[in-house]
């Protein structure tokens, strides 16, 4: 099992342009998590899904944030018209199931490091 | 509101001294709290979990109902110990975490 992965592990955006940030769950994990980690910063939730499905997005922004997980494929995170404040590393977790019994309730992914010039 | 809170952004230790990371929550319930740790802006890793009442790499936390705390400990603290450390609170199926608190471990 190769983990959550998640691609690209670094991206450069100018200002005004789109980020597609990429995660692909663990085998076997439904449910996906995106965290933003802002420099100097906690973890910050931004959106929970399952498959075609979003569970909470109380997290995300309400402009130019969106986020997708669909029956095929991995999860998306999308950032319309990036600006600076947007440079940060974005974290994206998967889960077996919700409230699972297990030790570790997120795996974590290495994360994407996104910096807007 | 669920909440954790981590007073301290930085901690700065010399090598064999204890180590006491600290960590309050807020929340109305039975809480299922976590250490991870973040070594070099690499994934985060479990350290341990109150639930299981494990010492992991020689830390130890402990659940505190009245104090609502749950801090993570080390007697003896080693370089390698230098990460930032997070603490989180598993409410409504997601993990809430605190602002870290970054781990210096001086020789």
């Known amino acids: 099992n190769a983990g959550v992965m998640q691609n690209p592990r670094h991206l450069v955006r100018r200002r005004g342009q789109e980020a597609r940030l990429r995660c692909s769950p663990m085998k076997g994990h439904s449910h996906v998590y995106w965290y933003r980690q802002l420099p100097e910063e906690g973890l910050k939730f931004m959106v929970y899904?399952?498959?075609?499905?979003?569970?909470?997005e109380s997290g995300m922004p309400k402009e130019r944030f969106s986020a997708e997980f669909p029956k095929e494929g991995p999860s998306i995170l999308r950032i319309q018209q990036v600006v600076r404040g947007d440079s940060a590393a974005y974290f994206c977790?998967?889960?077996?199931?919700?409230?699972?019994?297990?030790?570790?309730?997120?795996?974590f992914g290495s994360g994407t490091q996104l910096s807007v010039l | 509101a669920q909440r954790v809170t981590q007073p301290e952004k930085l901690l700065s230790v010399f090598k064999g001294a204890p180590v006491e990371l600290k960590c309050n929550y807020s929340y109305s319930g039975s809480p299922e709290l976590f250490w991870y740790v973040q070594y070099s802006r690499q994934r985060l890793q479990l350290l341990l979990r109150h639930i299981s009442r494990e010492s992991i790499k020689g830390f130890t936390a402990d659940l505190n109902k009245g104090e609502t705390s749950f801090h993570l400990k080390k007697p003896f603290a080693q370089e390698e110990d230098s990460a930032m450390y997070y603490c989180?609170?598993?409410?409504?199926?997601?993990?809430?975490f605190g602002s870290g608190t970054r781990l210096l471990v001086r020789p």
């Open positions: 989180a609170l598993y409410s409504s199926y997601k993990l809430i």
């Open positions: 977790a998967s889960s077996q199931r919700q409230g699972a019994a297990t030790n570790e309730k997120l795996f």
């Open positions: 899904l399952q498959k075609e499905n979003i569970i909470d």
